[in-house]
T-cell receptor
Framework: ETGVTQSPTHLIKTRGQQVTLRCSSQ?????VSWYQQALGQGPQFIFQ???????GRGNFPPRFSGLQFPNYSSELNVNALELDDSALYLC??????????????FGPGTRLLVL | DAKTTQPPSMDCAEGRAANLPCNHS???????VYWYRQIHSQGPQYIIH???NNETNEMASLIITEDRKSSTLILPHATLRDTAVYYC?????????????FGTGTRLKVLA
């Protein structure tokens, strides 16, 4: 069984550019959630995709957008990058379980630096 | 805002039990308590979860109080590799988005 994978591992961009981060979910999972983790902080929820539809969004501006594909892999796109977007971006996959249990399994993250 | 509060840091001697507390006084009846840890900016690693009964797996034990307003994660024999930030999260239910709201966690340092 393959775990959650993310690419690339590291990325450097300049302010105003656009970036796409990728996530492959764990086998059998149909839900992907994305989180942003600034240095020294806990991860912050960006949005979640369930069966290719957005299923909830955190307090992030519209320049943060996403996609989920039929194989349940996902992309996070960020337009018009700002310096504060520098962070570790985490993807987590899960599948709804019985009685409201939905354990999320995290990938290793993509570290984005915006200069 | 996070639904949980945890002490910012704790130390534990190697080989001793590490007991990490978490307060979740606003937990609702169908929400679960999850514990994760994050080692040096890697992705958070799932440890254990529970609803109202105590739970144990190969990594840890989870003790939830009867009123479900607090819980304790127990690492029975801490090793240096258990040094990490530990997050307690309340999430779940029967519908909606199962997003995790992370607090700042407890930074556990295991001392040789």
């Amino acid at each position: 069984e393959t775990g959650v994978t993310q690419s690339p591992t590291h990325l450097i961009k300049t302010r105003g550019q656009q970036v796409t981060l990728r996530c492959s979910s764990q086998s059998g999972h149909n839900t992907v959630s994305w989180y942003q983790q600034a240095l020294g902080q806990g991860p912050q929820f960006i949005f979640q995709y369930y069966r290719e539809e957005e299923n909830g969004r955190g307090n992030f501006p519209p320049r943060f957008s996403g996609l989920q594909f039929p194989n349940y892999s996902s992309e996070l796109n960020v337009n018009a990058l700002e310096l504060d977007d520098s962070a570790l971006y985490l993807c987590a996959s899960s599948s709804p379980g019985l009685a409201g249990v939905e354990t999320q399994y995290f990938g290793p993250g993509t570290r984005l630096l915006v200069l | 805002d996070a639904k949980t509060t945890q002490p910012p840091s704790m130390d534990c001697a190697e080989g001793r039990a590490a007991n990490l507390p978490c307060n979740h006084s606003t937990i609702s009846g169908n929400e679960y308590v999850y514990w994760y840890r994050q080692i040096h900016s890697q992705g958070p690693q799932y440890i254990i979860h529970g609803l109202k009964n105590n739970e144990t797996n190969e990594m840890a034990s989870l003790i939830i109080t009867e009123d479900r307003k607090s819980s304790t994660l127990i690492l029975p024999h801490a090793t240096l590799r258990d040094t990490a930030v530990y997050y307690c999260i309340v999430s779940g239910g029967t519908s909606g988005t199962y997003k995790y709201i992370f607090g700042t966690g407890t930074r556990l340092k295991v001392l040789a």
